[in-house]
């Protein structure tokens, strides 16, 4: 059982389902505005898969088993596909790919703005997300990664900017941050301090 | 996903036939049916109207399971799954205020007022999205004519019920509560402006505001309330509950207007629901012609 829990090929396809759920949910017409929930719903597991990927350090930390670090990499990447499709969703299904529009939206809406530029932040995490790169970055890699703390808080604000009124969803993303983000603040003053 | 159709349908070819068919079973089985189980679906009798948009109207099951009504929580799908709670029977709305002759209508009270209508509107919501709806209803002015306005009567201000008992959504603060609405006296006299009792015919399910509400169709979707239990005939415009939760995203008149921005996203296009393609915004929702010298002289950025 604990051998299977381990299997990375179970967690690439558990971390595929919401990408199934929402293609079945397509295919069998259940839904009263499809592009609409295609856009949320990639938008919502960009967030989880950041949120999960943060996780990482301090379950490690906190745990003493050093495994975790063997899923890092593909819940980041899992992170950068569900944004390629938001992106993708709002470049295509809600823009029609009119460019000069695109770019009147990303400078004149600030969530906008904060979310192209999440999205911009994460593609060189993603290019650089192999064995190769990090044994050619070394200590770079490291610094460079650390980006994903910038990119989270800026998905959790953008998705903050654009609720219309009730904040209870953006509310949990921003304290489950706090708390990923804030363990890292705590361990780095315990650090210093011994 | 429908690619659009040509809009010449007969009325008489409005209620697709196996919506028809399977209404009786969609009305039993579906979340937040409109009525108490077991009682029979009650067809309201109509008239045709001049003013009915000659677009397809969207399915019954889009116009019933999707919609924004915060007192039932804040997802589209939650008024669908929890106004099943709201008792419709009895009802009353208390007209009162500058009024010569104040009055409390029941809502059979309402149906003697005049011969129901079906007018099929379009509804823009602010958020982006369209449908257009069969409803069934009485033009708001002949209630209006019944509690003799006075002449202070320079506005109407509009109260949805405020029961948490029935109205879980009531338990967070995400608007102040009641939800409160209002219109200048010439737009709630227009002949436009009706309160709905139904839809496709038959009573107003719960989720789209039973048993009586306003609908406003030159203005977005939040401006027509729900559920309406007082009217008040005053001097000063109202307070308006969304109005007073972002004064600079929801204006007062709230028309609907593709050359105003909402300060989070643009209003020149929407998405018909049920509609791949976006389409473009009309003026006054396609009202213009109708409404639009209710505002001549107005800045209607200002105004907005």
């Not at chain 1, 381990?6 to 079945?24: D, E, G, H, K, Q």
């Not at chain 1, 088993?65 to 990499?73: H, M």
């Not at chain 1, 064995?131 to 910038?150: D, E, F, N, S």
């Not at chain 2, 929801?250 to 028309?255: D, T």
């Amino acid at each position: 059982m604990l051998k299977l829990l381990r299997n990375s090929w179970l967690w690439f396809a558990v971390a595929l389902v919401p990408l199934l759920r929402a293609v079945y949910l397509l295919a069998a017409g259940e839904l009263v505005n499809p592009i609409e929930f295609i856009t949320r719903s990639s938008g919502t597991w960009t967030l989880v898969f950041l949120m999960l990927t943060l996780s990482i350090t301090p379950l490690r930390q906190l745990s003493g088993w050093a495994g975790w670090l063997a899923y890092r990499r593909m819940l980041g990447l899992y992170a950068f596909f569900y944004a390629c499709l938001h992106l993708l969703t709002y470049l295509w299904l809600d823009q029609f790919f009119d460019w000069a529009a695109i770019v009147a939206d990303i400078l004149k809406r600030p969530f906008i703005t904060l979310g192209v530029l999440a999205f911009t932040l994460l593609i060189p995490l993603a290019l650089t997300s192999t064995q190769g790169m990090m044994r050619r970055l070394k200590r770079r890699w490291g610094q460079l990664h650390r980006a994903i703390y910038l990119i989270a808080l800026l998905g959790v604000v953008h998705y903050w900017w654009l609720v219309k009124k009730d904040l209870t969803q953006p509310i949990i993303y921003a304290c489950v941050l706090s708390v990923l983000l804030g363990w890292r603040v705590y361990k780095r003053l315990q650090r210093q301090r011994s | 996903m429908l690619i659009r159709r040509p809009s010449d349908v007969l009325p008489s070819e409005i209620t697709p036939r196996d919506v028809f068919l399977n209404r009786r079973q969609f009305m039993a089985t579906a979340a937040g049916s409109a009525l108490l189980a077991g009682e029979a679906v009650a067809a309201l009798k109509t008239v045709p109207s001049r003013y009915s948009a000659s677009e397809k109207p969207n399915s019954l099951k889009e116009i019933t399971s999707y919609n924004n009504f915060y007192e039932f929580g804040t997802s589209k799908e939650d008024p669908a799954a929890n106004a099943g709670r709201l008792k419709t029977k009895p009802w009353q709305i208390v007209v009162e205020g500058e009024a010569g002759k104040p009055r409390i209508f029941g809502l059979e009270d309402l149906l003697k007022l005049a011969p129901l209508e079906e007018r099929i509107y379009r509804l823009r919501c602010v958020e982006g999205w369209s449908m257009v709806i069969p409803w069934v209803g009485i033009p708001l002015s002949s209630l209006l004519k019944q509690v003799a306005p006075t002449g202070n009567a320079k506005f109407v201000s509009f109260e949805t019920l405020n029961d948490p008992k029935q109205m879980p959504g009531l338990l967070t603060r995400v608007l102040d509560w009641p939800y409160r609405e209002g219109l200048r006296m010439d737009e709630a006299m227009h002949p436009l402006t009706i309160l709905a009792v139904g839809l496709y015919g038959e009573v107003l399910p719960n989720q789209n505001g039973a048993p009586v509400r306003l609908v406003v169709p030159w203005k977005y979707g939040f401006k027509s309330i729900k559920s309406v239990v007082q009217i008040r005939l005053q001097a000063q415009q109202p307070q308006t509950s969304w109005n007073q939760a972002a004064p600079e995203e929801y204006g007062f008149y709230s028309n609907v207007n593709p050359a105003v921005a909402h300060p989070r996203w643009s209003q020149a296009s929407e998405r018909r629901i049920g509609e791949f393609f976006k389409r473009k915004t009309l003026p006054f929702n396609g009202y213009a012609d109708q409404v639009a010298s209710l505002y001549q002289g107005m800045d209607l950025k200002k105004y907005f």
